[in-house]
């Protein structure tokens, strides 16, 4: 029996991400697709669109077996910890024999390559990487420049090659991905599947391929998303509403007067803390704080990440507890399909405990696992909140949230 595995957000569940699945089925012959994806806050440093039980409805009518939540510290965590995170989860489940991602550049070869080069980052190409850092360049510009020179002087491959494929989050994330494999020596293989349709951050919208950004932007200025995703999908959209970040303004407006310890948060080092504190009252809405903070030393989602970590009150130090303590206490499964088998495996193979009933899991939970519990719990709680101030409507808490059966 065959598992391909999927790291996602599906924000939301689009056209895209069912040509993935479909595409990754037919390459590997997979009987199940397992997938472990982000809930109501994403790696942009954003709440999702739509609730994750919504989401994961979507995804269960559309190819996928099992879904669980990748905890909020790690999806909205940088680049390399959520694929780390991703693929920890996915290798504890102890059934995954592959796994699948969407990028521009679907050559693994290539694509290993450059991530041995920034696992092992070998002298030659330190001394790049820093030479642009004290010149002033990003770090990501850094990277990608020392990665130029590095594999141009020892492989012979083109420059503009290496170029355009660190311009693409997409790319990036698959070699995350690859790196995270090899970091933890797993046993899983990378699947490439080149992207079909809009590039990532494409505002242009079509009608068989749009962008998640294309899309999330016409769900903001309210214009019909019927024809740009799956008939299965949508059915479950019409069933809640969205939220955005500006909904959070409040919220944050309210966490940086009361906390001032902001380097203790994940995602901010002294420097951005620093430039946080100093505009901190100034404070109107998210956007124009975000824009005041803004450094060459950041990138624009970096910031909301640090942002959102703030709101969200999650430090660097139960992180890494986390991490510490095998990055996972628990598994927390948000869908099933019940003509699957999959659970039953997961439940024979999987090193991580899957959480049955989530009301008695936190009655008995004690130490780390109950940290990591809480901090859940608070975001989830503030996504509730602003949910229901938003739309005067009354929706259940985690307590009394169903998992999904398809």
């Known amino acids: 029996m065959v598992t391909v595995g999927i790291i996602a957000e599906f924000n939301p569940f689009h056209k895209g991400h069912k040509y993935i699945i479909e595409k990754a089925k037919s390459i590997t012959g997979a009987d199940n697709v397992v997938v472990v994806c982000s809930g109501n806050f994403v790696q942009r440093g954003e709440p999702s669109v739509y609730d994750k039980t919504y989401r994961a409805k979507a995804a269960l009518a559309n190819g996928v077996d099992a879904i669980f939540e990748l905890p909020v510290y790690y999806s909205t965590a940088s680049a390399e910890d959520f694929a780390r995170a991703g693929v920890k989860f996915l290798t504890d489940l102890g059934c995954v024999d592959y796994l699948c991602f969407g990028c521009e550049a679907d050559h693994i070869k290539m694509l290993s390559t450059i991530a041995n080069v920034l696992n092992n980052e070998p002298d030659d190409y ?122 959070f303004d409040m919220i944050l407006g309210n966490a940086l007067i009361g906390n001032k310890k902001f380097d203790e948060c994940l995602g901010v080092n002294e420097e951005l803390a620093n430039r946080i504190q100093n505009q901190s009252n100034n404070y109107t809405d998210i956007e124009h704080f975000t824009m005041q903070i803004d450094s060459k030393n950041h990138t624009k989602t970096g910031i909301s990440r640090a942002l959102l970590h703030i709101m969200l009150e999650i430090k660097e130090s139960d992180v890494q507890e986390a991490i510490n303590n095998n990055y996972f206490t628990s598994a927390r499964l948000l869908g099933i399909n019940r003509s699957s088998n999959l659970i039953k495996i997961i439940n024979d193979n999987s090193k991580i405990p899957l959480i049955n009933k989530y009301s008695k899991h936190y009655e008995n939970a004690t130490g780390i696992d109950k940290k990591l519990l809480d901090i859940q719990l608070y975001a989830d709680d503030l996504y509730r909140l602003i949910y229901m101030m938003k739309y005067k409507e009354i929706i259940p808490n985690e307590f009394e949230r169903q998992i999904v059966v398809k």
């Open 126 to 247: 330190q001394t790049v990487l820093k030479q642009f850092l004290s010149d002033g360049e990003s770090f990501p510009k850094a990277r990608s420049i020392a990665l130029q020179e590095y594999l141009f002087n020892t492989n012979g491959i083109n420059r503009n090659e290496i170029e355009i494929i660190m311009k693409s989050p997409n790319n990036i994330l698959a070699i995350e991905y690859i790196k995270a494999i090899k970091y933890f020596n797993s046993n899983i293989k990378p699947l490439a599947i080149k992207r079909v349709g809009a590039d990532y951050s494409s505002l242009d919208i079509f009608d068989e391929y749009s962008s998640a950004t294309a899309i999330r932007n016409q769900i903001k200025t309210g214009k019909d998303i019927n024809y740009l995703v799956p008939q299965t999908a949508f059915k479950y959209y019409e069933q809640t509403k969205p939220i955005f970040m500006e909904d």
